[in-house]
């Protein structure tokens, strides 16, 4: 179960979206600014609607393209999952500096790439090699797959916050997600009758 005055936020992500990219941004900043704990979980979420998403971003339609965007998502979720096992903040500190390489600075996905960005975070390059080609780094992503389903989430980004402020009930967003709704659901300053807001019950959220 949560406990009060824990704020639980899981975002559900593609791993090479730019508007998820700006997402994660605002959910760092958001959680900067609570005075609780707030416990941050990163969700990588691969499936023809998030591909579809930055399809439309990137403007590149072609079908190799689409068929590169979900390799390299699919690489990028399991290198992902191998540096969270490090710790869930190393794992996200992993995600947004490649984020940043790709999405930024145009680098292409490769195990170099990858390489590169597990020294500059300090990672034990070691385990981080051996955890990315491992069984338990495929299990994890397909656990996320799973919860996603379990939630309901088809698109990314996708928010799902819980405050300790309600015992019953959680929050989703879909796309729309600024720091003002997040504080607003904590604060309870928020109407839930919008078309991007959900409530989710706790329930599906464990």
Not at 101 to 107: A, H, L, Q, S
């Amino acid at each position: 179960m949560f406990l009060n005055n824990i704020i639980e936020v899981f975002l559900f992500v593609n791993p090479l979206g730019p508007t998820c990219f700006e997402t994660e941004r605002i959910i760092e900043s958001f959680s900067s600014e609570r005075d609780e704990k707030v416990n941050v979980r990163f969700i990588p979420l691969l499936n023809f609607h998030t591909i579809g998403n930055i399809i439309k971003e990137t403007d590149n339609p072609t079908l190799a393209h689409r068929n590169q965007l979900y390799t390299d998502s699919f690489y990028a979720s399991l290198a992902f999952q191998s540096a969270s096992m490090q710790g869930r903040k190393k794992g996200r500190n992993f995600l947004m500096a490649l984020q940043g390489k790709v999405i930024n600075e145009g680098k292409e996905v490769t195990k170099e790439l990858f390489t590169e960005i597990a020294e500059l975070i300090k990672l034990d390059l070691e385990m981080f090699e051996e955890d990315i080609q491992s069984d338990f780094s495929k299990s994890a992503f397909k656990k996320d797959q799973s919860l996603a389903q379990e939630m309901n989430i088809q698109n990314a980004p996708s928010c799902v916050l819980y405050s300790g402020n309600n015992d019953d009930y959680g929050y989703q967003v879909e796309n729309s997600i600024t720091k003002q709704l997040l504080h607003g659901f904590c604060d309870e300053k928020v109407q839930v009758e919008k078309s991007n807001v959900n409530r989710l019950s706790l329930l599906q959220m464990m």
